[in-house]
């Protein structure tokens, strides 16, 4: 039903577009009104090999609405073929199409023979926010283009992490998991970012595994993959941030592909030495500063709620305040992501509430008592509040304002250095 | 043209003022066609994404400070809130004033699309006016309210029995016009309808509405009209519901974009009769001075403007006609929105830049008078003129006219626009201050910045010499109006 979306942290389902965008040369094609596409991508970074501005559209006008769009769909799919060289042409769905029962798959399927895989996935704005749309996108891959294979490469394991775009760090995150499990002698495969695309979708059949790091988002994706593809796989629930989480990461991830426990201890001893050779030397900026305390929040959907709050918890020894999850994840997942919330060092939990409304999360965070100075991580919507309490802010969530990020990442050992900068960066740049 | 302030809805600019998106030809064929009235759009086979009107008009009012804006339908639609939320927080700052404005969505969903959702729509309208105690409230639809027939105006009429402030409903059904331009005159038909009140009796005003997108060069116009003894009242960015009541008041309404202020001008001429400035706008010299003139003869201040123009001519004119020529012979291609496409055409003229290419997002074939544009009447009557287009934001057009013209510049307002323009090499002007242009001073400032934009191409050239276009050498060896079909 309805609701009083006040001050909004996610997009609609056709928010995907921008998974579909983080596919090196897999072009969106939206069936929708002209506008979709602008509101939909973010100010910076959202260019590239295509941007919002090339991505075909039906651009639903009122005609349409009346006698239906179907003709206008298939002349934008045959001449996108044409005008556009991509290698992947995924077809979403608007509102539009969808209220006035328009057969996109009817439209598609007519493209079954043409030189390029042609798909598409219904991702109408009120069948979900764009977390549910990039599920969506990863089903539609899944169901009309990936087929089963024997030919299994040993230690080829596929990785899904967050949602590109949705998550400021998406490309930098996923290329450092690949390199940690690289580091333990597997194979990592990922569809988004740089050169991997096409060729590493077509590899997806030919993988042992399948590795989620997601609180919730992609848990059907794998489901759907274990079932038609064969491919079993690790839900790890938390994005690793920092040595603690790491190194579990890397111990139940060796375990779960059979890496020898010898390999994955050398490999963590690697890392925790040179982790710890750096947090060693700031270790004073730690424990002798006057403007962070130990209480926190984290407003964020909950990937980052879950990854930074174990992050501060178990590698800094910082107190959990209340946590915010933003994202309006799925009552049935709810439960399973508070106990994760409840796993910290020292039995420690966080109370965590699943809330989207930003009026009731700023009144949450006024009426609690941080010590001293608060320390929130959220959206640029926290910015000003964070101000009013005199605490200490940084922008990791979706709206970002405050930030521009390329590659930079924050999972890993590495990952956890970075965020440690970032918020002693906030922390040094006001009186000590 | 007749304005109704009875209904909230209006009609869009294509069936209001025979706007058009499709079209490829010449200036002089464009205009002469539209001032006989024969002038027909095209539409498009293929087409790629634009831009909704519904961020036009909804952003529009979500710059007011201290109002609600409640968009129902999905998040999708409501998700201009996260930029509107910022714009109004560093605009506010910059102006050391402060805004409470909040704008939210109502996440629709599929049960809301089957069983309508107005019980709810009426609920958030009396949460968000608890909460943030605006001074207005606007009910926007949606492309998903629109088509299920969720009826705003009854909740809208029903729920200002119990709020003290104007509630109004907005609607921003996104299919209902290809010209986003339209969501303009959306906003401005909200604000004539609930907001502006008749003049009060026995004021006297020295003040001229100034209809813009951001200010940025408000202080600097202040300044300007003290010299006339006139006082600007910038909308809507910042405006205060107060302010806004009173437009009707002001001795003339003014505006920086024909297509961002056709509707109110208009509208304050026909109910209030405050004049409407129809002037070519403030770019370059001759529009500067061409606007100034007329401000100068509706308000009766003839003379303190010629003292003005001759003053300030004395300073910039000489340095213009220094860097004109560095400038002479240059050729440019500009993609741009009808009200700034031809203004700038104009001014690329008088500093000696060769237009190659214009392209109009659209295309307004006579303002609500009933006259043909004055940019467009300008260059007719001046004899300027080259290829056109009305492109309606389609890149893979531009893109064509670009490779085949390969011009020393392309010019363009639209964010995501210029990259595309570098990566074929083509330098890119990004006119993205609405004031970039503005008078002497701003008009030699641009003229700097195309020679240094021109000057150093290195980031064009390192960035195009390495990326792929992707265009299919099919595309580049077609017409540009290979997908334009007739309108039936």
Redesign the interface.
């Known amino acids: ?8 942290r ?6 995907a577009m921008q998974t579909v965008q983080a596919i090196e040369r897999a072009l969106p094609v ?1 069936n929708s ?9 973010d ?1 910076t970074g ?2 590239g ?14 005609k ?2 009346v006698f239906g769009g179907v003709k ?1 769909l298939d ?2 799919i045959a ?2 073929l ?5 290698d992947m042409y995924v077809v979403l769905t ?3 199409p969808e ?2 029962g328009d057969d996109t798959g009817e439209v598609v399927s007519r493209f079954n023979d043409a030189d390029k895989p042609v798909i598409y996935a219904p991702t ?7 977390y549910k749309g990039h599920e969506q996108v990863i089903d539609a891959i899944i169901d009309q283009y990936l087929t089963p294979s024997d030919d299994k490469q040993d230690g080829l394991i596929n990785i899904f992490a967050d949602v590109p775009y949705q998550d400021l760090f998406w490309l930098g995150n996923i290329r450092e998991l690949e390199r940690l499990i690289k580091e333990l002698g597997l194979t990592p495969n990922t569809i988004f970012g740089y050169r991997r695309g096409i060729d590493n979708i077509n590899k997806i059949p030919h993988a042992k595994y399948n590795l989620l790091v997601s609180p919730w988002v992609g848990i059907n994706n794998m489901k759907k993959m274990e079932k038609k593809l064969g491919i079993p796989y690790l839900h790890y629930k938390t994005l690793p941030i920092g040595a603690t989480e790491t190194s579990r990461f890397l111990r139940t991830v060796g375990e779960f592909a059979g890496v020898s426990n010898e390999k994955v201890e050398s490999v963590i001893k690697e890392h925790e030495d040179y982790y710890y050779y750096l947090i060693e030397r700031y270790a004073d900026l730690f424990l002798e500063n006057r403007v962070i305390n130990k209480q926190f929040s984290v407003v964020a959907d909950a990937h980052y709620a879950l990854a930074i709050t174990r992050f501060l918890v178990n590698d800094l020894g910082l107190v959990p305040a209340k946590q915010f999850i933003t994202d ?1 994840t799925p009552k049935n997942m709810r439960d399973d992501i508070v106990k994760e919330f409840n796993k910290l060092n020292y039995g420690l939990a966080a109370d965590v509430s699943f809330e ?1 409304d930003t ?1 009731k999360i700023h009144e949450a965070i006024r009426e609690h008592d941080y010590h001293g100075y608060p320390l929130i991580l959220g959206g ?2 926290e910015k ?1 509040l964070t101000e009013e309490l005199k605490g200490n802010f940084l922008n990791i969530s ?2 970002v ?1 405050d930030k521009v990020v390329f590659d930079s990442f924050y999972a890993g050992y590495a990952g956890g250095i970075r965020l440690i900068e970032d918020i002693y960066t906030v922390a040094v740049s006001r009186f000590n | 043209m007749s304005i109704n302030l009875t209904s909230s809805n209006i009609a869009t600019r294509e069936n209001r003022i025979g706007s058009i998106t499709g079209y490829v030809g010449t200036l002089k064929d464009l205009a002469t066609k539209s001032e006989c009235g024969t002038l027909k759009g095209c539409s498009r086979c293929f087409s790629q994404s634009s831009t909704c009107l519904s961020m036009c008009g909804l952003s529009q009012l979500a710059a007011i400070r201290n109002v609600a804006i409640i968009h129902h339908g999905p998040a999708g639609c409501s998700v201009t809130s996260a930029n509107a939320y910022y714009m109004s927080k560093v605009m506010a700052k910059k102006r050391n004033v402060t805004s409470n404005t909040v704008y939210v969505g109502t996440d629709m969903n599929e049960k809301d699309t089957i069983f309508g959702s107005t019980e709810k729509l009426r609920n958030i309208i009396l949460t968000v006016n608890d909460r943030y105690k605006p001074d207005a409230i606007f009910v926007s639809s949606s492309c998903a309210t629109g088509i299920i027939g969720e009826d705003i105006d009854s909740i809208v009429d029903e729920v200002s029995y119990e709020i003290d402030v104007p509630v109004v409903a907005v609607h921003c059904e996104g299919f209902k016009s290809r010209i986003w331009a339209t969501g303009f005159d959306i906003s401005d038909h909200a604000i004539m309808q609930k907001i502006v009140k008749p003049p009060r009796e026995g004021i006297k005003s020295n003040k001229i509405n100034f209809k813009n997108f951001f200010e940025s060069a408000r202080t600097e116009i202040i300044d300007i009209f003290k010299n006339f003894d006139l006082e600007p009242v910038f909308l809507y960015c910042n405006s205060t519901i107060e302010e806004l009541s009173h437009l009707s008041e002001s001795l003339a309404t003014t505006c920086i974009c024909g297509t961002l202020g056709n509707y109110i001008g208009n509208a304050l001429e026909e109910k209030y009769n405050v004049p409407y400035i129809r002037s070519i706008n403030q770019c370059g010299i001759t529009g500067f001075e061409t606007w100034l003139r007329e401000i100068g003869r509706i308000t009766d201040r003839t003379e303190l403007v010629e003292r003005y123009i001759s003053e300030q001519r004395a300073i910039y004119i000489p340095q213009i006609e220094e860097v004109k020529k560095e400038l002479n012979g240059l050729t440019a291609v500009l993609g741009m929105g009808p009200g700034y496409t031809f203004e700038v055409s104009r001014v690329l003229n008088e500093l000696g830049i060769k237009v190659v290419w214009a392209l109009a997002w659209h295309y307004d074939k006579k303002y609500e008078n009933g006259d043909v544009p004055p940019s467009m009447k300008y260059l007719l009557d001046n004899d300027i003129d080259f290829e056109t287009s009305v492109a309606d934001q389609q890149n893979y057009e531009v893109m064509n006219v670009l490779n085949r013209y390969k011009p020393d510049m392309y010019l363009s307002r639209h964010p995501g626009s210029t990259v595309w323009a570098i990566k074929n090499g083509t330098p890119a002007v990004y006119v993205a201050d609405e004031y970039m242009i503005f008078g002497y001073k701003h008009t030699l400032e641009f003229a700097r910045t195309i020679l240094d934009t021109i000057r150093n191409r290195s980031f064009e050239e390192n960035l195009a010499k390495r990326s792929k276009l992707p265009y299919t050498d099919w595309w580049y060896t077609q017409q540009v109006d290979t997908f334009l079909e007739e309108a039936k």
Do not use: H
């Open positions: 039903m309805a609701k009083l979306l006040d001050r909004q996610y997009k609609c389902a056709l928010g939206l009104g002209p506008g979709c596409a602008q509101k939909l991508s100010s959202s260019s090999y295509f941007s919002p501005n090339i991505f075909p559209c039906t651009s639903i006008n009122e349409d609405v206008k002349s934008t001449n996108s044409k005008v556009i060289d991509a608007g509102c539009i209220i006035v109408a704005g009120f069948k979900g926010n764009n309006d989207t009026y640029y919507y000003e979706w709206p304002q």
